[in-house]
């Protein structure tokens, strides 16, 4: 069984430009989360998607949106960027169908912004 | 809300010695409690979880972790380390009604001298 898959592994961009990342879950798991890892912040929730529909959203700017689709992938977009968003970004996805459900993450996409 | 707190930032240690990564959570519902591991440029790995039952969870390469309510800790334990085991663990909660959304811990740097 495939594991969950994000794309691109890295990426630099420029302040100001926006940024799209993509995560495909295993598949049958329909919900998709996403965390922002930084040296000083350390891992940080983001959002969650479950059946296209965004269930929970934590403390981020309006800069940090999300989608799923129909096939449960999820993309996640950063508009205008700045230094700070300069991170790892890791996708998990879980069956999330009730009761304690386990989160399988992905290697991740390291963004870096100049 | 839920918050996670290990104390110790890095642990050295040496091969074939004992260890324990404290984590300490503090939460007003009841939670379901992780350990992940990550290693260098990797992705978030389950290295044990505690859902109910048995206080005492193992993993399958040795590690064990034990869930103390009273003192609201959730200690993992390694009665020998390899070379291998260096890497970072995190320590993390989610709310039993939405599981699919943790909170870490700022993570513990396990570096294992030989």
């Known amino acids: 069984k495939a594991g969950v898959t994000q794309t691109p592994r890295y990426l630099i961009k420029t302040r100001g430009q926006q940024v799209t990342l993509s995560c495909s879950p295993i598949?049958?798991?329909?919900?998709v989360s996403w965390y922002q890892q930084t040296p000083g912040q350390g891992l940080q929730f983001l959002f969650e998607y479950f059946s296209e529909t965004q269930r929970n959203k934590g403390n981020f700017p309006g800069r940090f949106s999300g989608r799923q689709f129909s096939n449960s992938r999820s993309e996640m977009n950063v508009s205008t960027l700045e230094l700070g968003d300069s991170a790892l970004y890791l996708c998990?996805?879980?069956?999330?169908?009730?009761?304690?459900?386990?989160?399988?993450f992905g290697q991740g996409t390291r963004l870096t912004v100049v | 809300a839920q918050s996670v707190t290990q104390l110790d930032s890095q642990v050295p240690v040496f091969e074939e010695a004992p260890v324990e990564l404290r984590c300490n959570y503090s939460s007003s519902v009841s939670v379901y409690l992780f350990w992940y591991v990550q290693y260098p440029n990797q992705g978030l790995q389950l290295l044990l979880k505690?859902?109910?039952?048995?206080?005492l969870v193992e993993s399958i390469n040795g590690f064990e972790a034990e869930f103390n309510k009273s003192q609201t800790s959730f200690h993992l334990r390694k009665p020998s380390v390899h070379i291998s085991d260096t890497a970072e663990y995190f320590c993390a909660v989610s709310e039993m009604d939405s599981s699919y959304k943790l909170i870490f811990g700022s993570g513990t740097r396990l570096l294992v001298r030989p």
């Open positions: 505690y859902l109910s039952g048995s206080t």
């Open positions: 598949s049958g798991h329909r919900s």
């Open positions: 998990a996805s879980s069956l999330a169908q009730g009761g304690a459900t386990e989160a399988f």
